[in-house]
């Protein structure tokens, strides 16, 4: 998912990105949500920084040095890529001491907000929204004219970190099940071998809802691993970017809810 944060579809509600709670959210207002991350391609290093090129397409990956270091520039779009769900425990997600991986293989965040579940489904299930809530998932379009969620329809996501580091990737909605689940995979080109499953659930509790997000990295070359690790080191340990990401999610949701439940 690529460019500087605007969302295909507009904008409906404005929450800071950061670690922090957005100003105006309950105190009990937490939400919990997923973005594509686990697994990306196409990253490396350009002049004077870091830079990652994804084309969203069907071409092959290919690596090539860049003036000031080396990039790996891969083409998206090789398969269906998207989010989905892993297994995972409330810690899991840091990497493990000793492992030969440097991306942690699973994870999960989970937050209560101060929304009905419906209202932060209305946000989740539109992917054309995520970059309103997602730190680094700044876009999304659907693919195919599909317009909602269903098993089997693709969107595209574009994703930036810091202000160089850029790629794409097409995703696979793998279960829907309004509003509770939503459940999606992605799948990188044949260069990276890189798929990851992502699961977010939503529950009702007396203070709004809790939601559950899990990842799960279903294969990655292990170069890709050590690129990725590298050039982008938040992804060694996700857990607290994704909690926000779920606050932010939420306080979305209660602002287009009018600011009160729906329920």
Do not use: Y
Not at 169 to 187: F, G, K, S, Y
């Amino acid at each position: 998912m690529t460019t500087s944060g605007d969302v295909d579809g507009g904008r409906t509600a404005e929450v800071p990105r950061g670690g922090g709670r957005a100003d105006g959210s309950a105190a009990t207002g937490r939400s919990a949500a997923t973005h594509s991350g686990a697994g990306q391609g196409g990253f490396g290093t350009g002049s004077g920084g870091t830079s990652a090129g994804t084309a969203s397409g069907g071409g092959q990956g290919g690596t090539s040095s860049g003036s000031g270091g080396t990039s790996a520039g891969t083409a998206s779009g090789a398969g269906p890529d998207g989010i989905g769900a892993g297994s995972g425990g409330p810690s899991a997600g840091r990497p493990s001491a000793g492992g030969t991986r440097r991306l942690p293989q699973a994870g999960t965040a989970e937050v209560v907000v101060d929304a009905a579940p419906e209202a932060v489904w209305a946000v989740l299930a539109d992917v054309t929204r995520i970059g309103e809530w997602s730190h680094e998932c700044r876009g999304a379009e659907w693919l195919d004219g599909a317009t909602a969620a269903a098993p089997g329809v693709r969107f595209r996501g574009r994703n930036k970190v810091g202000a160089l580091v850029r790629w794409a990737r097409v995703c696979v909605i793998r279960a829907v099940d309004a509003p509770h689940e939503l459940v999606w995979e992605t799948v990188g080109p044949p260069l990276m071998r890189d798929a990851s499953l992502w699961r977010v659930r939503l529950d009702p509790v007396d203070r709004g809802t809790r939601i559950r997000q899990e990842f799960r990295i279903l294969s990655m070359a292990a170069w890709a691993d050590r690129v990725v690790a590298a050039v982008i080191p938040a992804h060694r340990d996700r857990i607290a970017a994704l909690e926000a990401d779920l606050r932010r999610l939420g306080e979305v949701a209660r602002i287009s809810a009018g600011g009160r439940r729906t329920s």
